[in-house]
C-alpha cells in the first residue's frame, strides 16, 4: 500500500548548525503534509505544515519543502539548539474524495541529535 | 484550554482484561481520532470519527471499539487485552471544514502494558 517513509533514522548536528530531515512519500493523491516533533514520553507536536499547491512555506527556524515531481518532503532547521532534540516525523493527509478524514500516515520518524 | 487530554497516562493489564482509555478535547474539534505507537515506528491510525455519533474504522482496528456520544470525548475501548496491544495510544483532534482539514493536535498519550 501507500506509504510514507523516512531516509535516515538518526541525524546528528553541531549545536548552531543547520539540519535538513527528508522524506519521501509514495501517494501522489496526498495533498497535506505536516511535519510533527515527538519528544520522549510526550505526544506530536505540530512543527509546521504545507498543502499540495504550494512548493515552500517558512515558520519560525523552520522551512518545510515539497517536490511533488519526485515526492519528497524536507525539513529544514535552521541555527539547531539543544532543545530540537527530538524524534521527527513527517506525515501524510489523503482527504477522500467524498469527503471525511481518513488520518494520518506517519512515517517511521528521524531521531535528530544535537551534539554540544 | 486544556487542549487534548487523555486518562489514564500508564496501565498495565493481564491477558484478557478490558480497558477504556479516556479522551477529551475542549477545542470544538469535530473530528477525532486514536492512534497507536509501537517502539521505534510512526503512528498507526485505529479509528476516527468526523462528529457526535460517527465513527469510522482506521488501520488497524481489530480488537478496538470506539463510541462519540458527545463533541469532547472519544473513548477507546479494549474488551480483551492481548500482548500484541502492547503499545502508545494516542488521541488526537482536529477542525475540519468546506475548506479542508486543519492540523491535528495529539494528546500526552496513555502507555499500555499487556502481560
Known amino acids: 500500500g501507500e506509504s510514507v517513509g523516512l531516509h535516515l533514522p538518526t541525524l546528528s548536528v553541531q549545536e548552531g548548525d543547520n539540519s535538513i530531515i527528508n522524506c519521501a512519500y509514495s501517494n501522489s493523491a496526498s495533498d497535506y503534509f505536516i511535519w510533527y516533533k515527538q519528544e520522549s514520553g510526550k505526544g506530536p507536536q505540530f512543527i509546521i505544515d504545507i498543502r499540495s499547491n504550494m512548493d515552500k512555506r517558512q515558520g519560525q527556524r523552520v522551512t518545510v519543502l515539497l517536490n511533488k515531481t519526485v515526492k519528497h518532503l524536507s525539513l529544514q532547521i535552521a541555527a539547531t539548539q539543544p532543545g530540537d532534540s527530538a524524534v521527527y516525523f513527517c506525515a501524510e493527509n489523503r482527504v477522500p474524495s467524498g469527503g471525511g478524514a481518513d488520518g494520518l500516515t506517519f512515517g517511521k520518524g528521524t531521531h535528530l541529535i544535537i551534539q554540544p | 484550554n486544556a487542549g487534548v487530554t487523555q486518562t489514564p497516562k500508564f496501565r498495565i493489564l493481564k491477558i484478557g482484561q478490558s480497558m477504556t482509555l479516556q479522551c477529551t478535547q475542549d477545542?470544538?474539534?469535530?473530528?477525532m481520532y486514536w492512534y497507536r505507537q509501537d517502539p521505534g515506528m510512526g503512528l498507526k491510525l485505529i479509528y476516527y470519527s468526523v462528529g457526535a455519533g460517527i465513527t469510522d474504522k482506521g488501520e488497524v482496528p481489530n480488537g478496538y471499539n470506539v463510541s462519540r456520544s458527545t463533541t469532547e470525548d472519544f473513548p477507546l475501548r479494549l474488551e480483551l487485552a492481548a500482548p500484541s496491544q502492547t503499545s502508545v495510544y494516542f488521541c488526537?483532534?482536529?477542525?475540519?471544514?468546506?475548506?479542508?482539514?486543519?492540523?491535528?493536535?495529539f494528546g500526552p498519550g496513555t502507555r499500555l502494558l499487556v502481560l
Open positions: 477545542m470544538n474539534h469535530n473530528y
Open positions: 488526537a483532534s482536529s477542525y475540519s471544514s468546506a475548506g479542508g482539514q486543519e492540523t491535528q493536535y
